[in-house]
């Protein structure tokens, strides 16, 4: 009798556990989401501050890269180039996650938590490939650059690194002081 009492109460405990992950990993889910809508909104809300439009053929993002480093049209090229090749990667990664988040949210809907930790992984490991994209795709973009133009280039990248919502210039998470503290 003790067993059985002591087997139920396991199985009881066991189910508050996974209950209580799944939850901790849905608000997880939706606390990403929320960041990449403030990411996206704070991005938007730049371009329209500063009076640029998305340019398809001479993009924004090879403006500041001419301007200060002074790129060579051999150069322009190289980048833009890079930045094609680099944009068909990060588009493939982005419906994987898109797809995946389709996926979580059905499960979502339907009360179905089975696979919640493999489509919450599926989707991690997309943020982690596309920070990899980015980190090869500067290193690529440095390569290109003469040894004059690499110090202006990395702080050129630093300021866009951590210009993002959150964020000081040592990347840790934005603390907000209060008047008078």
Known sequence: MKHWLHSLSFIRMKEKIMKNRNKLLIIGLILMILLNLALLASIRM?????GRSKQRGHNRTTQPFEKELGLTAEQIE????SRVEYRKQVAEVSKTIYRTRGELYKNLKAGNTENVDSLVSVIGDGHEQLEVLNY?????????????QKPEFAQIIRKMMM??????????????RRRGN
Do not use: C, V, Y
């Not at 730049?46 to 500063?50: F, I, V």
């Not at 993002?164 to 840790?172: A, F, I, S, T």
């Open 136 to 148: 090869q795709h500067f290193t690529e973009l440095g390569s290109i650059l003469t040894e004059e």
């Open 46 to 50: 730049g371009d329209s501050k500063d």
């Open 163 to 176: 210009s993002g919502p959150g964020r000081n210039m040592e990347g840790g998470p934005q603390l907000q």
């Open 78 to 81: 190289q980048f833009k180039t």
